[in-house]
């Protein structure tokens, strides 16, 4: 497994889900798993992400749903996007500094438009959460306006329909 880290882009990102240098964030560790064709990340949330006393917040729970399909769309799929729409089940609770594992693949890719899905499981395997996506992979101009600068060189490959430039 190969660890996905926001530095390889050469730009600055302050993710509240992945980003280890937010002191707010959650700091969660994604992985590419290229044998299985997915995103992986373990993680354990404290009180401060609660939402009943022993819960972890499900808003909060989303947003590691959505990260993780975040990071299928650039590390299976090859762009840079974003959430066009998403739709979660809750299946059991997410219990504040429980041991979880959440996973997501890439469904569809059409060139317009990415289809994701994603889980959070327990422990034990459980199905906590459960979440499919529609991503809209960035062009040139939402690359810049998302990242506030134009990507080059070889990662400008993630943007889907810019010209490769050296810089």
């Given amino acids: 497994m190969e660890r996905l880290e926001n530095s390889r882009w050469g730009f600055e990102s302050n993710c509240f ?10 700091g969660l560790e994604f992985y590419v798993d290229t044998d299985d064709d997915a995103v992986v990340a373990e993680f354990s949330l404290d009180q401060r992400f609660s939402g009943a006393p022993s819960y972890v917040h499900g808003g909060l729970v989303l947003a590691v749903l959505d990260e993780a399909m ?8 090859g762009s840079f996007a974003v959430t ?6 809750f299946k059991a609770p997410v219990h504040i500094d429980g041991a979880y594992r959440v996973r997501a693949e890439i469904e569809q890719d059409d060139g ?29 101009a939402q690359a810049v306006d998302a990242i506030g600068t134009t990507v080059t060189g070889d990662d400008a490959q993630y943007v889907r329909g810019a010209e490769r430039v050296e810089g």
């Fill in 17 to 26: 889900v992945c980003e280890a240098a937010n002191p707010a964030g959650l």
């Fill in 84 to 89: 066009k729409e998403t739709t979660t089940r």
């Fill in 112 to 140: 317009d438009e990415l289809r994701c899905r994603a889980e959070v499981t327990d422990r034990d395997g459980r199905l906590c959460g459960t979440a499919s996506a529609a991503f809209v992979p960035l062009g040139p």
């Fill in 70 to 77: 975040t990071w299928a769309t650039i590390a299976l799929a």
